[in-house]
């Protein structure tokens, strides 16, 4: 053992006495003020005398130590029953908040399911099939609008060809009309000739 050590025990062992002479020192009436009732049974034990296997204590210790112990008693049973009060109040909470949890997760689910659900046409459905029906709405529209242009164009394909054919018609109804023209206008010479030849036949 190093000298640290022996005095570490040196100290102890001082203040170990210092106590022991400070409760030696101490008066039956301070003793018995002492909050720890252990403390005041070992204090009366201590002091009492002794007549063969008896202890012999003073009445006015008992009567101390009764009153002293009653009071820690009835102490021990008012904290007892404020903390049943307060447990009681706490069972109250809890339930009080157990409610309050129930009726938010009933709020929850019922925010949820409305949440979930959409009104479409007057009718109730899930998001998923709302948006099923979007799409099958969007899908069916995509192929009307495919379905018209595609009969447009063949439209637009038909007036184009039509209209090349018409200008083509009017081109060989106006050569027709044309070369009709010029027939008509030579036997209209053929005849003004003949006509002439006649009226030069006629004078001689």
């Known amino acids: ?33 002492q909050e720890n009732i252990e403390k005041q049974f070992d204090y009366v034990i201590l002091k009492s005398g ?30 007892l029953t404020a903390s049943n009060q307060n447990i009681e109040k706490q069972k109250n909470t809890i339930k009080e908040l157990q409610e309050s949890l129930t009726t938010t997760n009933e709020n929850l689910t019922s925010v949820t399911q409305e949440k979930d659900n959409m009104s479409f046409m007057g009718m109730d459905m899930t998001k998923s099939s709302y948006k099923t029906t979007m799409w099958a709405i969007v899908g069916l529209l995509i192929a009307l609008l495919a379905f018209f242009i595609f009969k447009f164009k063949n439209s637009n394909t038909v007036t184009v060809q039509a209209k090349k054919a018409l200008a083509e018609i009017e081109v060989e109804f106006e050569d027709h009309r044309r070369r009709a023209l010029e027939r008509e206008q030579k036997v209209m010479r053929k005849l003004q000739d003949e006509i002439n030849k006649q009226r030069k036949a006629g004078t001689k």
Do not use: C, H
């Open 1 to 33: 053992m190093n000298f640290p050590n022996y005095l570490i025990v040196f100290i102890s062992i001082l203040s170990f006495g210092f106590i022991q002479a400070q409760e030696d020192k101490m008066t039956a009436a301070q003793a018995l003020k």
């Open 50 to 79: 002794k007549f063969q296997d008896y202890k012999v204590v003073k009445r006015f210790w008992l009567d101390k130590l009764k009153a002293n112990t009653i009071d820690s008693i009835n102490t021990l049973e008012s904290k």
